[in-house]
């Protein structure tokens, strides 16, 4: 285990592109406004929406494997992953939607070959044709939520026990706990996240592209925009939080 880790939610964070999106505009084709009524009315769970929203799919597992596709992860990834591992940085992804997708993500992207493959904390999943994607309650363990499936705040505080140092990253409303339990130069926000942040006068470190982190992390010169490329140091043996 290394001394710095960073926690990163997936969907719009990890990736640009969220699957629910991609799936909603492609191969959803009933109306599936009832499942958030039902979840913002306290009928449902975040996780039974999003399960039983998932099981409206209708397409091939060929097709849907497709869709992963245009999720549009950071194509720097692997230098970023690259990047962190060098400098003492373990990365976890941490998603309240299911392994399935995240999984065929991360094999497009080559990094398990590459021994760069990030730990994943997931609802476990699989496609059934005529039912969709099938998505479980993950394992119980001291970060286990009935209501989300994963607590990322819960996961937070339990890997601030074990590091130095913990970072986060995440662009939506369910990240925002998670996000408020680090500190402001290890709190990382896009979309809507960033939004919020800025509207309630909250600090965080901005990005655009995951790889980025890699560079505000660790200095790491290639993992930067091209602006700031200039500014970065040589020495990357200390971690580093001090660029958006």
């Known amino acids: 285990m290394n001394s710095y880790?960073?926690?990163?939610?997936?969907?719009?964070?990890?990736?640009?592109?969220?699957?629910?999106?991609?799936?909603?505009?492609?191969?959803?084709?009933?109306?599936?406004?009832?499942?958030?009524?039902?979840?913002?009315?306290?009928?449902?769970?975040?996780?039974?929406?999003?399960?039983?929203?998932?099981?409206e799919i209708r397409c091939t597992e060929a097709e849907l494997r497709a869709l992963t596709?245009?999720?549009?992860?950071?194509?720097?990834?692997?230098?970023?992953?690259?990047?962190?591992?060098?400098?003492?940085?373990?990365?976890?992804?941490?998603?309240?939607?299911?392994?399935?997708?995240?999984?065929?993500?991360?094999?497009?992207?080559?990094?398990?070959?590459?021994?760069?493959?990030?730990?994943?904390y997931a609802c476990p999943g699989r496609f059934v044709a005529g039912q969709g994607l099938l998505m479980e309650r993950p394992p119980r363990s001291s970060w286990f939520r009935a209501g989300f499936g994963i607590d990322k705040r819960l996961l937070v505080d339990e890997l601030q026990g074990r590091y130095e140092r913990v970072a986060f990253a995440?662009?939506?409303?369910?990240?925002?706990?998670?996000?408020?339990?680090?500190?402001?130069?290890l709190r990382f926000a896009r979309g809507w996240l960033a939004r919020r942040f800025t509207?309630?006068?909250?600090?965080?470190?901005?990005?655009?592209g995951w790889a980025e982190l890699a560079g505000a992390l660790t200095g790491a010169p290639s993992c930067v925009p091209a602006e700031a490329a200039a500014e970065v140091p040589?020495?990357?043996?200390r971690p580093r939080a001090d660029r958006a």
Do not use: K
């Open 234 to 237: 040589s020495d990357r043996s």
């Open 199 to 208: 509207a309630d006068q909250i600090p965080f470190q901005g990005f655009d």
């Open 5 to 55: 880790c960073l926690i990163s939610d997936f969907d719009g964070t990890f990736t640009r592109r969220e699957f629910y999106e991609l799936a909603l505009e492609r191969y959803l084709p009933g109306d599936i406004t009832h499942y958030w009524t039902d979840y913002a009315a306290g009928r449902l769970s975040h996780f039974d929406a999003l399960a039983g929203i998932f099981g």
């Open 69 to 120: 596709g245009e999720m549009q992860p950071d194509p720097r990834t692997p230098e970023a992953l690259r990047a962190f591992a060098a400098a003492g940085w373990d990365v976890v992804l941490v998603s309240n939607g299911c392994e399935w997708y995240i999984e065929q993500v991360l094999a497009r992207l080559g990094v398990a070959e590459a021994g760069l493959a990030p730990a994943v």
């Open 170 to 185: 995440g662009n939506g409303s369910p990240d925002r706990e998670a996000a408020l339990a680090v500190a402001p130069e």
